[in-house]
Structure formats: C-alpha cells, structure tokens
C-alpha cells in the first residue's frame, strides 16, 4: 500500500542526505512511508521510527514489513516527552512531522532539550505544528477553552471531533528553539489539507495552518 506524501513530508525528505547513517523519525509515519523513502533515499542509513500509538505502529509494520528497506527501519514504541535513552550526538537527521503540537509545555521542554542532546553537532532537525492561526479554530462549534499551565487549547476539529493541542506563531516557536539551543535555518508557515485518521483516508475540507522549520545544531 502506497501513500501519496504530503507537502511538508517532502519538504522534510528534501533535507536528507545520501550520506547520513543514523536517522531518528518521531511519530512514524502512515504506513511507514516516510521512513521507507528515508531509507531509500540514504542506502546506508539506520532509521529509527518511534511512537506512542500501538495501532498505528502495527499498521505500519505491517507496511514496512513486506519491504526490502524492512532490516534498516528499527520501529518500537517509546515516549518523546520522557528522556531518551540514546547518547550524546547520535542522529545525523531527526524528523519531527505533527507530533510536538500533542505535547504540554513541560513535555516540549523536555522533547527539545533530548532532541538537541542527540544530535550530532551541525546536523539538522526538521519541525512541523499546527499554528495559531489554524482554521478548526475559529470554526470550533463550541469554542476553544486555552489552559495556561500546559499550553492547550481544546476545541472541535474538522471532523467534530474535541481535541487538545498546543498552537504557535512563528516568534513563539523561534523562541523557544533558541532559547533550547538550536539555531534557525528556516521557519515559514505553510498550508496543507491534514487528514482526520492515521490511515490518510479522510482530508479536512479546508487547507491546516502548518509552522515547518529547519533547526541545526
């Protein structure tokens, strides 16, 4: 089963390099299918693809499984908001598509700071959240409740759906990227159409409000 990329997912493969050899993919992709081009696109690379969805991880073994690149693409289940348990200066590459806008501002603090610990000295790292300029919020039937402890907004979804996330504006996000460490390369906002299930088989009606950035070491 193939899924079509996304914008940002390309954008996040773009950066790859040939040459890379230990690459870490934070909340694995649909089907694995970002990790299987990292690993096409980096023959002699390690990628480690992490979640703390066990349905979704099963899905993509499943996937991943009955490809080539099935002995270079390590998944497992494992918490990015709680320490890590690699060494200093591990990664040449970490991808971070859709997943820290799911964590408090605790649990970022101690994401980002893991993040920067881990990778090697001048690579890269490639970001993308939900912005605060996000349509589902002003289109929330029930409005939007803000937590100032944990950084939360909860509303209704596209799909109905309540959820809780934490949103940013690109100064917000700069700062407290910065301010863990790591240097801008790029942060722009960008539109793209999400989907409303793991399985990419529902898209939003509308364009999503995306911050993608490029950070180095």
Known sequence: MEFKPSLTEEHGLALLDPTMK????????????????????????????????????????????????????????????QPWKYAENTFDYIYARLVFHYLTRQQLSIA????????????RAFIVVRSIDEPELGDSISGTQHCEETGFTTYTDFAGKVVSRQFFSENSLRNILETTGFKIERIETVYEKCFQDYQRTIQNP????????????
């Open 206 to 217: 509308n364009p999503n409000t995306l911050i993608e950035v490029v950070v180095s070491k």
């Open 22 to 81: 230990k690459i870490l993919s934070i909340g694995i992709s649909t089907g694995g299918s970002a990790e299987i081009r990292m690993a096409q696109l980096c023959p002699g690379a390690t990628v480690i693809a992490t979640t703390v969805d066990e349905k979704g991880l099963a899905f993509s073994r499943e996937t991943i499984a009955k490809t080539k690149y099935n002995h270079r693409i390590a998944t497992k289940i494992e918490d990015c908001a």
């Open 112 to 123: 980002l700071k893991e993040m920067h610990r881990t990778l090697k000295k001048e690579s």
